[in-house]
């Protein structure tokens, strides 16, 4: 992946990533299908770019219910809230939904300007706050698509969501119906039977994760 790209070095050429890098010693890690890459109650330092894969956050409660508060795409980052908190058990669990490809670097060389006076290290910084901002506007989101009392609302409510971001009423999700389900805090079998209704009635179109808004 091209670095430059991804959004917390946004901004920056390649040549000045690669003289940042040297201050930030990054460790690239592969993970496995279904492996665990940060785990609910671990302390972590570190903020996670995802280079190649995707990974999924999701959280669970003591009964075990698990509900998904999101996915990270390749050139995402995650953990960073977390990092940022020094001593901030994790409320999350990070898996791999696919065999993945991180790259960890340490908050503190992040937030620390160098030695040698980087001047992009400034940019770097700023970046970073952009990225929690971001993640701060998905959790908002999120909460708007689940405040619907209804399956169909919460379902409407996901799906222009994404039909905005896509520019398009035809569109792919990056979760199956399982993980919408537990996106959505809807019981899944509940949740299938009202997505062929919806079908039925002309809303939609759906194969697999591909949607068609009917408008």
């Known amino acids: 992946m091209n670095l430059s790209n991804i959004m917390l070095f946004r901004g920056l050429q390649e040549q000045e990533i690669t003289l940042l890098l040297n201050c930030l010693s990054p460790i690239t890690q592969n993970y496995k299908k279904g492996e665990t890459i940060l785990s609910d109650g671990s302390v972590t330092e570190n903020i996670g770019i995802i280079l190649s894969g995707m990974a999924m956050i999701s959280c669970n409660d003591i009964w075990g219910n698990s509900s998904i508060l999101g996915n990270v795409p390749p050139g995402s980052v995650f953990a960073e809230v977390y990092a940022c908190i020094p001593g901030q058990p994790m409320l999350v669990t990070v898996s791999a939904v696919e065999d993945t490809t991180v790259l960890f670097v340490n908050v503190g060389r992040v937030l620390t300007t160098c030695s040698n006076a980087c001047p992009f290290h400034t940019r770097l910084i700023r970046n970073l706050l952009t990225v ?5 506007l998905q959790l908002s989101q999120r909460i708007q698509h689940t405040s619907s009392k209804s399956i169909r609302g919460r379902l ?4 222009s969501e994404s039909a905005k971001r896509a520019k398009s009423n035809s569109f792919l999700i990056p979760y199956n119906r399982q993980q919408l389900a ?4 809807v019981d899944r079998s509940t949740m299938c039977n ?5 079908q039925k009635d ?5 194969n697999k994760n591909h949607i068609i808004l009917k408008v």
Request: contains cysteine; negative net charge; aromatic residues 18%.
């Open 202 to 206: 002309g809303m939609i179109e759906y």
């Open 182 to 185: 537990d996106y959505l805090n």
């Open 194 to 198: 009202e997505l062929s209704i919806m």
């Open 132 to 136: 929690c901002a971001h993640k701060s």
């Open 156 to 159: 409407m409510s996901y799906f």
